[in-house]
C-alpha cells in the first residue's frame, strides 16, 4: 500500500496490507474487547473521548501535515478539519448518555420504555476526501454507544488511519476497541460476512455502496451509507448577489472541490445569469494554486491521477456538447496532480456535468427562467444529499427548501456537516444518517422493555 504525494507524485511511505490471518485475529480481538465496553459507563466511555479530542488538538500540526501530505489538502484546511474532528469527540463526550437514556412509552403496562444498546463490532469503509472527520463522525458515536470500531480506509491515505487507531490508544481507550484494518477492496467481503461484524457505514461512490450494501444484506446486517451528492445552488433572482458568489466559489472549492456536500450544480434564474457567472469565474480565476503546504494556498492538488482525468473527460465532453468555458478547463503542467478551477455555464441536460458529480474543482451553471423551473431542475438529479438557496425572502427560500429532494438545505448559507445537525441524502445518494442524536442511533439496538 503506497501513500503518493499527489502534488509532488512522490512516494511518501510504503505499507504493509494485513494478511487474512492477521484481519481474523483483529476482528477477534476487537469482538472480545466490545463484550467489555458494553458494560462500561457513559461517563468512562466520555472521558476517555474527552481525552482523544485533547489529543487531536495537541497534535494538530502532525495531524495536519499527514492528511496535506497524502490527498493534497491545503494545510489550513487540514487543521479545520481536525479541529472538526474534535468537536464530533466532544460533542458525544457530552451528550450520548442523554441521547440514549432510556425513553418511557405508554402501554397497558405498568412501565415500559425503549432502551438503546449497542449492536457490537461496527465495520466504517472510509474514503481519502476527509481522512480524519468522516472517520471520526462514525466512531465517536460509535464508541459512545458502546460498539467497537473497525476501519477500512481507503487505499492512498494508510497514514490517516494508522493516525487515528494511535489517538484512540493514546487517548486510553482499550488496545483493540478501535483497530484499523490495512487492506485492499477485494478483502472487505470476507470482512463483512465475519460474523463478529454487526454492521457497516460507509462513505464514498455509488458503486462501492452498492457493492458493500448487497453483501451486507445478504447477511442481514445494518448498513449506513453516504455515496456522494451533486448538489444544486439555486439563484433566485432576489438574491444578493455579491453574498451569494463568494459563497458559491467557497463551497464549490472546498477540499479543491473533491467534496461530496460541496455546490456542484449553480442553478441560477436568467435575470440573475450574467452577473453572477461574470463574477464567479472572475473568482475562480484569481484563486491561488500551489504546494498545499503553503500557507497562501487555497487550491491544491487532486488526490489521484486517475480522478484528475476522470474530472477532465467530464469537463471535455461537456464543451463538446455546447457547454462554453469561462474560466480553466485543463490540467497544469508538472508532476502533481493539478486542475485549473473551472466554470462552465451554458450547461444542458444531456451533458456530462449536468447529470454526474463532478469530484474536483469544475462548477456547472445552469440557466432557468424561475423558481419553478429551479426546482425541477435541482430535483433532476439521481443524487439528493445537500443544496441550498438564495433568497432575500425568508419565507420563500424555506418553501423551496421543502420542496428539493436532498438529505439537508440551506437557505442563504452553503451545505455543511455539523455534529449537532443529521447528515445524510436519499436517492443515490445513500440512506440512514450520521451525526445529532439520529447518527448515534443507527447503531444500537431499540429495545422495547414491557413490565407488567
Not at 122 to 139: I, T
Not at 419 to 445: A, D, Q, T, W
Request: one cysteine or more; a negative charge; proline letters at 4%.
Amino acid at each position: 500500500m503506497d501513500a503518493i504525494n499527489p502534488a509532488t507524485n512522490e512516494l511518501i511511505k510504503q505499507y504493509s496490507e494485513h494478511s487474512p490471518k492477521e484481519v481474523k485475529a483483529i476482528l477477534h480481538a476487537v469482538d472480545e474487547a466490545q463484550q467489555i465496553w458494553k458494560y462500561n459507563s457513559f461517563a468512562s466511555r466520555g472521558e476517555l473521548m474527552k481525552k482523544a479530542a485533547a489529543m487531536l488538538r495537541k497534535n494538530r500540526e502532525e495531524y495536519a501535515r499527514t492528511i496535506t501530505l497524502e490527498m493534497g489538502k491545503p494545510i489550513k484546511e487540514s487543521r479545520a478539519e481536525v479541529e472538526k474532528s474534535a468537536w464530533v469527540c466532544d460533542y458525544y463526550a457530552e451528550n450520548a448518555k442523554k441521547i440514549l437514556a432510556d425513553e418511557p412509552l405508554n402501554s397497558d403496562a405498568s412501565r415500559s420504555f425503549a432502551a438503546f444498546e449497542p449492536l457490537g463490532v461496527v465495520l466504517a469503509v472510509m474514503p481519502w476526501n476527509y481522512p480524519f472527520w468522516q472517520v471520526f463522525r462514525f466512531a465517536a458515536p460509535a464508541l459512545m454507544a458502546g460498539n467497537g470500531g473497525v476501519l477500512k480506509h481507503a487505499f492512498n491515505v494508510p497514514g490517516s488511519a494508522l493516525a487515528i487507531e494511535a489517538v484512540f490508544h493514546e487517548a486510553g481507550f482499550p488496545k483493540d476497541i478501535f483497530r484499523t484494518l490495512m487492506i485492499s477492496s477485494r478483502q472487505v467481503e470476507a470482512v463483512i460476512r465475519d460474523e463478529r461484524v454487526k454492521a457497516v457505514t460507509l462513505t464514498g461512490s455509488e458503486l462501492a455502496g452498492s457493492k458493500v450494501a448487497a453483501i451486507a444484506g445478504e447477511e442481514i446486517k445494518k448498513t449506513v451509507m453516504e455515496l456522494g451528492g451533486s448538489d444544486p445552488f439555486i439563484v433566485l433572482e432576489d438574491a444578493d448577489i455579491p453574498n451569494c458568489v463568494l459563497s458559491s466559489a467557497q463551497s464549490r472549492m472546498l477540499n479543491t472541490g473533491q467534496s461530496c456536500i460541496s455546490a456542484k450544480r449553480f442553478i441560477v434564474v436568467e435575470s440573475r445569469m450574467k452577473e453572477f457567472e461574470e463574477a464567479q469565474a472572475m473568482i475562480m480565476s484569481k484563486l491561488k494554486i500551489g504546494d498545499p503546504l503553503d500557507e497562501n494556498t487555497q487550491v491544491g492538488p487532486m488526490a489521484r491521477e486517475d480522478l484528475l482525468k476522470e474530472l477532465d473527460e467530464q469537463v471535455q465532453k461537456s464543451i463538446a456538447l455546447g457547454a462554453v468555458l469561462l474560466t480553466g478547463g485543463k490540467r497544469l503542467d508538472g508532476a502533481g496532480f493539478f486542475y485549473e478551477p473551472t466554470v462552465l455555464t451554458n450547461v444542458k441536460e444531456g451533458m456530462p456535468v449536468y447529470h454526474e458529480e463532478t469530484f474536483g474543482p469544475v462548477s456547472a451553471i445552469i440557466s432557468v427562467k424561475d423558481e419553478e423551473e429551479a426546482i425541477r431542475v435541482a430535483n433532476s438529479s439521481i443524487y439528493g444529499l445537500g443544496g441550498s438557496v438564495w433568497t432575500r425572502d425568508l419565507a420563500r427560500g424555506e418553501r423551496v427548501a421543502r420542496q428539493i429532494e436532498s438529505g439537508a438545505v440551506f437557505v442563504n448559507g452553503i451545505s455543511k456537516s455539523d455534529p449537532r445537525l443529521p447528515f445524510g441524502g436519499i436517492k443515490k445518494s445513500g440512506y440512514g444518517r450520521e451525526l445529532s442524536h439520529y447518527g448515534i442511533k443507527e447503531f444500537v439496538n431499540i429495545k422495547t422493555i414491557w413490565i407488567a
